[in-house]
């Protein structure tokens, strides 16, 4: 599969990307600390279990590089049988296999930090992916068949995968168990949500753009004007994410990287 050669020159907005997102991340964090009242605002609406203001940036950061897939071309990624194979196994046998040692290896005596890691390790990201595919120029259609193909898998398997890492093998070494609240329906609302909409809006983009403009003017004029908004709502997120996890105390959530050594705990 072809990718898409980089740009010569990037455009500022992608030239500086770290400096924007240290920037956002800044800004939050004085938000947090300056406007007390605003994380509660922020996160009074919420859609489906998710700050409104953090979801409309999620869909607003993940519709152009959906709006740029070309959708045609998607069948000869689902031919390609070894890298869909290859990615089912690393994300769903590896990924978390690895994070439940990680979780255990440095949190042995932080249950909530380390469920929260195991958790992490059962969920596939759909926006980041999608985001940073086209931030490196990378293969649209595959990405966009891949963080398909794995969602699927995730309203399939996560409340599975979550009860075996959490409580089955835990059990079976000896170790503290844990449970999760979460069902079929909630994962799969939040997959409808979150890839669903920005997927139908970028096909009907593509189909619609394309009969009335042509893909030639598509591709060289409607894509360029929309392009920014991913950065932008990406950016966004980052200053509504970082506000509502901020603390009047930075140390409130802190733990020493010197004391998270790992250190396997062993059954009484």
């Known amino acids: 599969m072809a990718t898409e050669r980089a740009p010569a020159r990037l455009a500022m907005l992608d030239r ?17 600390r300056g406007v007390p009242g605003l ?9 489906h279990g998710i700050s409104l203001p953090i979801a409309l940036g999620l869909l607003v950061m993940m ?8 959708y045609d071309r998607l069948d000869s990624v689902t031919r390609d049988r070894s890298l869909l194979g290859s990615s089912l196994v690393l994300n769903w046998i590896v990924g978390p296999a690895l994070m439940f040692a990680l979780a255990w290896a440095f949190l042995p005596d932080l249950p909530e930090y380390r469920t929260g890691l ?6 596939r990201c759909i926006a980041m992916v999608i985001i940073w595919n086209d931030l490196a120029c990378g293969d ?8 398909a193909l794995n969602s699927i898998f995730q309203v399939i398997a996560f409340a599975g995968l979550g009860w075996f890492y959490l409580s089955v093998l835990p059990g079976w070494l000896g170790l503290e168990q844990s449970t999760l609240d979460v069902s079929f329906g909630q994962i799969a609302v939040s997959v409808l949500i979150f890839l669903g909409v920005p997927l139908l809006a970028g096909y009907l983009s593509r189909r619609i753009g394309e009969r009335r403009w042509g893909r030639q003017a598509y591709e060289g004029t409607f894509l360029p004007k929309i392009s920014p908004w991913a950065l932008y709502g990406l950016l966004f997120t980052i200053v509504v994410l970082f506000r509502l996890q901020a603390t009047p105390s930075p140390r409130a959530h802190w733990t020493s990287p010197a004391s998270r050594c790992p250190s396997w705990p062993t059954s009484p």
């Not at 500086?16 to 947090?32: C, E, K, N």
């Not at 195991?118 to 969920?123: D, F």
Request: zero cysteines.
């Open 39 to 47: 994380g509660s605002a922020l996160d009074a609406v919420q859609l």
């Open 118 to 123: 195991i958790i992490v390790g059962l969920a």
């Open 63 to 70: 519709y152009p590089p959906l709006a740029k897939v070309r």
């Open 16 to 32: 500086y990307l770290p400096v924007w997102i240290g920037i956002a991340m800044v800004a939050g964090l004085v938000l947090g």
């Open 140 to 147: 649209r259609e595959a990405a966009a068949v891949l963080v």
